[in-house]
């Protein structure tokens, strides 16, 4: 079996140093089920490869199977895929042969081990239960463009149909470590199969692995299930012990940090002018369906639930508790049918792709991006407006040099504690026109709240159409 991963961030061959592999060296290194390779197709300063080359051997994989009861019939235990596609086998690969590079590791290249370069990682024969549907559904949140090439079980044959085997190639801009990370995690996954006994030390490495990502991951469970071998104790352990890496309780001191703010602008009464015009602007669009990302409490999606042109709406926040406050805010358990069927309160992030987010005619994203440091920004402008891509987009921020106006607020202080920036008009502006003329959109921007003749308004609104 094989895996490839390619670079061309400049010079290409320090992916060496990341990997602690020489590109001028063949290495090999003896594993409890054959023999791992590592080698380098190509090593320029342009574009670097590295191949990990697994020899699975399956007489000594059932000679090492101590104490356990055989699988399947006899000759099964011999003759099998697992000398030949990608499996949990090359999972243990990545952990042994790639260990440092996998825990983030550089003592040669620090700041590179950090850095976010183009990544391209090649499978030639991965089983996948499930099919290509379900290998996007797990690779697509994570920002990764996907190639997939499926097979037959026999060209001479192909009534027979397609097998469960893809040639998939993956598409980034990543963290090494996260490559190597979601790869060891998703590819038993895909398989949904392992050569080991699955305990609670799995729990261990899923949580070591994925605390990262997987909370956020519309699949969560899926994942945790199957790369727990639908062992349901371990998966309920598990999948507590990601809800509590994803919220220690930053939900409390979050409402600490809106109210603070919410009094801030209260005397202006900026948050009733802002969400006014947003539904305003949604309305003279005619747009039906709507997603709120980033919703909170839910209190745009109450002011357009007043409003029956808009059928469908769709609320999405990484909060559970958010999401629990906008639920008794909407009181969901006490409207009426006709009224309950058009809102919907999902959890899930805005930095990874979801499926979910596609086919609106409008989302809205207020007060939101100004909390996302520089890459989850970067992230979310591809989940928005590249793959999402909804017909009309409507972004609200803090302008900056109003805060002047605002008394009690020290200089050179945020409106909220948890602001990563806040922008002055051209800033925003600056950073609207480049998003939009990557993808195709033209925006306008409009005032919210009373416009200062020096400092302008309050809140600034972009409102990106196709």
Known sequence: MLLTISTTYRPATDLGFLLYKHPGQLQSFELSFGTAHVFYPEASEERCSVALLLEVDPIELVRGRKGRAPEGFALEQYVNDRPYVASSFMSVAIAEVFGSALAGKSKERPDLAETKIPLRAEVPCLPCRGGEPFLRRLFEPLGYEVHATPHQLDAHFPEWGRSPYLSVTLNTTARLRDLLAHLYVLIPVMDD?????????????????????????????????????????????????????????????????????????????????????????????QARRVIDLGCGEGKLLKALLEHKEFVELLGLDVSFRALETAHKRLRLDKLPERVRERIKLIQ???????????????????????????????????????????????????????????????????RHKDHRFEWTRSQFQSWCNHVALQNGYVVTFLPVGAEDPVVGPPTQMGVFTL
Not at 360 to 367: K, S
């Open 193 to 285: 199969d392992k050569h080991y006994w699955v305990g609670d030390d799995e729990v261990e490495k899923l949580l070591r692995h994925a605390k990262s990502w997987l909370p956020s991951h519309p699949e969560r469970e899926l994942i945790t299930n199957r790369y727990l071998l639908h062992k349901h104790t371990l998966t309920r352990v598990a999948l507590a012990r990601l809800a509590e890496e994803d919220a220690p309780d930053p939900d409390a001191l979050e409402e600490s940090h809106c109210a603070e703010e919410e009094a801030l602008e209260e005397r202006i009464s900026l948050n009733e002018q802002r969400l006014g015009q947003v539904v305003a602007v949604l309305r003279k669009a």
């Open 348 to 414: 899930g992030s805005l930095t990874y792709r979801d499926s979910r987010m596609a086919g609106f005619d409008a989302a809205t994203c207020i007060e939101v991006v100004e909390h996302m440091d520089q890459p989850r920004l970067q992230a979310f402008e591809r989940v928005l407006f590249e793959f999402a891509h909804p017909r009309m987009i409507v972004i609200t921020t803090p302008n900056s040099e109003y805060n002047s106006k605002f008394e009690g607020l020290p200089a050179g202080r945020f």
